[in-house]
Antibody, heavy 116, light 108 residues
Framework: EVQLVESGGGLVQPGGSLRLSCAAS????????MNWVRQAPGKGLEWVSY????????YYADSVKGRFTISRDNAKNSLYLQMNSLRDEDTAVYYC?????????WGQGTLVTVSS | EIVLTQSPATLSLSPGERATLSCGAS???????LAWYQQKPGLAPRLLIY???SRATGIPDRFSGSGSGTDFTLTISRLEPEDFAVYYC?????????FGQGTKLEIK
């Protein structure tokens, strides 16, 4: 089955760190660029970060640049998001999404709550 | 950054009616690189339309997309009960992808 499964979410204090993972299966992960997209409670979708298939090209939204780091391990069919210096406004469901420029495959999401 | 503005914010219609959702861009979207997604509560978004007018795999033909430049439209020709959800447009014509704020399609 073609799928993406996120993990690693949870409760973290402001200023803390968290690492999200996204496990891919059922397709050739190394052939695709990938993204992280988030959704704050009751709000719309916000693109967070992009990584090309070979990791040679990476982009970040201005709201997370300098605090978040996207990476991937093609041997493990996995995508990661290292989140540092977390703020209240980073509270959201984080989705990984396969990139065909548009997002044709999404995971179920993992909830990150930043609160003291 | 390209800002996408969706209208209306909420659309109240009955099953069987026609729905027209709009997405306006702050600058021209290159090559009509615009997609539409449907999201139901508690679920991930689902791709409906890409490249402004191409239906994704498995999407019923009552969904259609049109437009170019700065003005795009998603049309649902005859609403089914399962179509009531939130719809987002997204542009991928620039390196920084952006989404519209969403249109909630609710049952009248």
């Amino acid at each position: 089955e073609v799928q993406l499964v996120e993990s690693g979410g949870g409760l973290v204090q402001p200023g803390g760190s968290l690492r999200l993972s996204c496990a891919a299966s059922g397709f050739t992960f190394s052939s695709y660029s990938m993204n992280w997209v988030r959704q704050a409670p009751g709000k719309g979708l916000e693109w967070v970060s992009y990584i090309s298939s070979s990791s040679s090209t990476i982009y970040y939204a201005d709201s997370v640049k300098g605090r978040f780091t996207i990476s991937r391990d093609n041997a493990k069919n996995s995508l990661y998001l290292q989140m540092n210096s977390l703020r209240d406004e980073d509270t959201a469901v984080y989705y990984c999404a396969r990139d065909l420029r548009y997002f044709d495959l999404w995971g179920q999401g993992t909830l990150v709550t930043v609160s003291s | 950054e390209i800002v996408l503005t969706q209208s209306p914010a909420t659309l109240s219609l009955s099953p069987g009616e026609r729905a027209t959702l709009s997405c306006g861009a702050s600058q021209s979207v290159s090559s009509s690189y615009l997609a539409w997604y449907q999201q139901k509560p508690g679920l991930a978004p689902r791709l409906l339309i890409y490249d402004a007018s191409s239906r994704a795999t498995g999407i019923p033909d009552r969904f259609s997309g049109s437009g170019s430049g700065t003005d795009f439209t998603l049309t649902i020709s005859r609403l089914e009960p399962e179509d009531f959800a939130v719809y987002y447009c997204q542009q991928y014509g620039s390196s920084h992808y952006t989404f519209g704020q969403g249109t909630k399609l609710e049952i009248k």
